[in-house]
C-alpha cells in the first residue's frame, strides 16, 4: 500500500472519504506568516515550546519560541529537548505492530505466553487488549520512587487486582503500556530503549530522541527545556524525572523538535512499518471516555472534528510538558504541538488543555476556517511594566487584583487574583457562574470547619462520602497544627471554573493558624468533591497575562479558554469585565 493509498484508508475510519490533493499554495510556495504570527502572538503572553505542520508527505512548517532555559537566557528551538509524556504511547504501539509484522508476536498472544511471572488473574489479558487498553488494568500503580527495575515493576502491576475482567470497557491505562513495554524487552531480548531506538528512531533518522532515564542532549549547545507555571521554574525531566527506575512503554521518551519531525515523515513514507499496517493501527476498535464519538485503535484517539472530518490523535502530559500528535487524513495533514508553561493545573500533573486548543488553532488556520479566532495583536509591556505594577483593589471591596512583572524578559506583566470578586472580574464570569462560586464557596466553608472541629461524620457527608478524601482532609489538617500550632479561622475562600471538565471547580481556602498560614485547594466535579491539593505554593487563586492593546490599555488572553479579556487603564484605576479597581497607595 502506498502512501496514498494509506491516506485514502485512514480517511475513511468510520466514514468513506476520499484524500483532498494538496492545495495550490502548498504546491506553490508555503505562506508562513500567519502561522509564525500566531506563535508569536501566544509568546508575547508567555508560551514556551513549538509546532510542526507536514502535508502531502512534507514538512512544510515548524516554529519555536520562549524559553528553554530562561535563566540561562537559552532560547527553545528545534534542537531543544523536551518529554514526549504520553505521545511515547504510539511509538511503543509502532514497535509491538512492527513485531507482529515480523512475525515475532501476535496481537491474540496472552500475556501469560510472553511473561511466565505474570499473576494468574492477569495470564489471559491479550496484546490486542494492552493495545486499546482494554485489559481491565488500572491506570497505574507505580509511584514516583519505585520500580528500580522491570522485575519490580511486575511485580507490583501483578499484584494489583483488575479494574474490570480483560476485554471489558476501555480504560485508560499506563500500566498497560508498561506491561506492554516489558513485552518488546522479552521478544526482542533487548532493553527497552534499544529496540526503540532500533525500530523506531534508526528508521526514521531520529539521533536526538532517547528515554528520559538516560537522556543525553543530541548536539553540542543543545539545552533540556525546563517547565515552568505562573510563577516559578519547574525544572527538567532530568532534574525530577516522574520515573527515577524502570518506567517503559507509557511514557518518558524525550525528543526534539527536529526529530518528531523525522518521526512524522518516516511515518507517512512507511519507513517504520506498512502504510496497511499504520493504517489499522488508527482504525476504531473501542469505545473511550474521552468525550463523545472518541474512539481508540492501537496507541491512537480516533475521533472526528466540529465539521465530521476524520481525526487521529495521541496527547501527553508530564510536569512542565504538554505535547500532541494529531494526524488529520483529509488533509494528509500531521500537527504536533509542544507547551512548557503549566496553566491553571499548578501541580502539572494535569491535562495541559491548552495544547490542544493550539493543535486546533494551527489547524483552524490552515483550513482558513471561519471559527479560528486569533490571540490579540498585543505589544510588549517594556517599560510600562514598572508603571502599571501594584495592588488594585475592587471599588466598594477589599478584592485584589495584583499586577507583577516577574521577569524583566516576560513580555506581558500577570494579572493574579485574590479574593471571588477579582477572579470574576479576571475571567469574565456570568451572573449564574459567580451565584454557584458562591454555593461551593458555603459548602467549602462547611467541609473546612467539619475538618476542624472533628466532626467526621459530618465531613463524610459535606464531601458526598467520598471516605478516603475526608481522611486525607483530616490528616493534612493534623499536620498543618502539629506544625502551625491552632487553628484560628478560615482567613478567605474562593472559587473557580477549570477547565479540565465542564462542570469542575476548583476553591481555595487561606488558612490562619497560630504560627502561619496553608493553603488547602478543593476541586468539585458537579456537586461532589473530586480531588484535595495543599500547599502547592500559587500566590493567587487564578493569574492572567496581560500585554499592552496597541489601541490602548491592557489586553489579557487565556491560552486555555481562547479568552481574550481587555483592561481599561486610567490614572490611579483599571476597568475589568466592568468592574473598577483602585490602585491602591501608601
Known amino acids: 500500500m502506498d502512501r496514498r493509498a494509506f491516506c485514502q484508508t485512514a480517511g475513511s475510519l468510520g466514514a468513506s472519504s476520499v484524500l483532498a490533493p494538496l492545495s495550490a499554495e502548498a504546491a506553490s510556495g508555503f505562506d508562513r506568516k500567519p502561522l509564525d504570527q500566531h506563535l508569536d502572538r501566544l509568546e508575547t503572553f508567555g508560551m514556551s515550546g513549538g509546532a510542526i505542520i507536514c502535508e502531502g508527505g512534507r ?67 491479550t496484546i490486542r487488549q494492552l493495545l486499546t487498553h482494554t485489559a481491565g488494568l488500572r491506570r497505574t500503580t507505580l509511584s514516583p520512587n519505585e520500580p528500580k527495575e522491570r522485575v519490580d515493576a511486575l511485580r ?12 471489558g470497557p476501555f480504560a485508560y491505562s499506563n500500566d498497560g503500556y508498561r506491561l506492554l513495554g516489558a513485552v518488546v524487552e522479552a521478544v526482542t531480548k533487548l532493553p527497552f530503549e534499544r529496540a526503540l531506538h532500533d525500530m523506531v528512531f534508526a528508521a526514521s533518522g531520529m539521533t536526538q530522541s532517547g528515554v528520559v532515564q538516560t537522556y543525553r542532549p543530541g548536539h553540542p549547545g543543545a539545552t533540556i527545556a525546563h517547565g515552568y507555571n505562573e510563577w516559578s521554574d519547574l525544572g527538567t525531566f532530568v532534574d525530577h524525572p516522574v520515573h527515577s527506575g524502570w518506567d517503559h512503554g507509557a511514557g518518558e521518551v524525550a525528543g526534539t523538535l527536529t526529530d518528531v519531525g523525522k518521526l512524522i515523515l518516516a511515518l507517512a513514507s512507511g519507513s517504520i512499518v506498512s502504510h496497511a499496517t499504520l493504517a489499522a493501527m488508527m482504525e476504531r476498535r473501542t469505545e473511550t471516555d474521552d468525550g463523545p464519538n472518541v474512539g481508540y485503535g492501537y496507541g491512537w484517539y480516533v475521533a472526528r472534528t466540529a465539521d465530521g472530518s476524520p481525526l487521529i490523535y495521541h496527547g501527553g502530559d508530564n510536569p512542565g510538558y504538554h505535547t500532541e500528535l494529531r494526524y488529520y487524513p483529509a488533509s494528509d495533514r500531521w500537527i504536533f504541538v509542544v507547551v512548557t508553561n503549566e496553566l491553571y493545573d499548578e501541580s502539572g500533573t494535569g491535562l495541559g488543555v491548552h495544547k490542544r486548543r493550539l493543535a486546533s488553532d494551527l489547524s483552524k488556520l490552515r483550513n482558513r476556517a471561519s471559527s479560528y479566532a486569533a490571540p490579540p495583536d ?20 477589599s478584592d485584589v487584583l495584583r499586577l507583577e512583572h516577574r521577569d524583566p524578559r516576560d513580555l506581558h506583566v500577570e494579572a493574579a487574583a485574590l479574593g471571588q470578586g477579582a477572579v470574576n472580574a479576571i475571567l469574565n464570569i456570568d451572573p449564574d457562574d459567580a451565584s454557584r462560586m458562591e454555593t461551593l464557596n458555603a459548602r467549602t466553608r462547611t467541609v473546612v470547619r467539619a475538618v476542624a472541629e472533628g466532626r467526621t461524620a459530618d465531613l463524610v457527608v459535606a464531601t458526598g462520602g467520598v471516605t478516603f478524601l475526608a481522611t486525607a482532609m483530616t490528616d493534612s489538617f493534623n499536620d498543618w497544627t502539629r506544625r502551625l500550632g491552632r487553628f484560628r479561622d478560615l482567613r478567605s475562600v474562593t472559587s473557580a471554573p477549570y477547565p479540565f471538565g465542564d462542570s469542575m471547580v476548583r476553591s481555595f481556602v487561606r488558612l490562619d493558624f497560630q504560627d502561619g498560614q496553608s493553603v488547602l485547594e478543593l476541586t468539585w466535579k458537579g456537586e461532589a468533591l473530586y480531588e484535595l491539593l495543599s500547599d502547592r505554593g500559587a500566590p493567587a487563586e487564578v493569574m492572567l497575562p496581560l500585554a499592552l492593546d496597541p489601541r490602548g490599555g491592557l489586553v489579557g488572553y487565556d491560552m486555555v479558554f481562547g479568552r481574550t479579556v481587555p483592561v481599561a487603564v486610567a490614572p490611579g484605576s483599571i476597568t475589568v469585565a466592568g468592574r473598577r479597581f483602585l490602585r491602591r497607595t501608601g
Not at 531543544?80 to 509502532?94: D, E, G, Q
Not at 502491576?157 to 476485554?167: E, S, V
Open 59 to 125: 514538512l512544510v512548517w515548524s516554529k519555536a519560541c520562549g524559553w528553554s532555559d530562561r535563566s540561562r537566557g537559552k532560547r527553545f528551538d528545534e534542537k531543544t529537548a523536551f518529554n514526549l509524556a504520553s505521545v511515547t504511547k504510539p511509538l511503543t504501539a509502532l514497535v509491538i505492530l512492527k513485531l507482529v509484522e515480523r512475525g515475532q508476536l501476535g496481537l491474540e498472544t496472552s500475556l501469560g505466553a510472553v511473561l511466565p511471572e505474570t499473576a494468574e488473574d492477569k495470564r489471559a489479558i
Open 156 to 167: 507490583l502491576i501483578n499484584a494489583a487486582p483488575l479494574k474490570t475482567p480483560p476485554g
Open 378 to 397: 498585543a505589544r510588549p509591556v517594556g517599560r510600562a511594566a514598572s508603571t502599571l505594577r501594584g495592588d488594585y483593589v475592587i471599588e466598594g471591596g
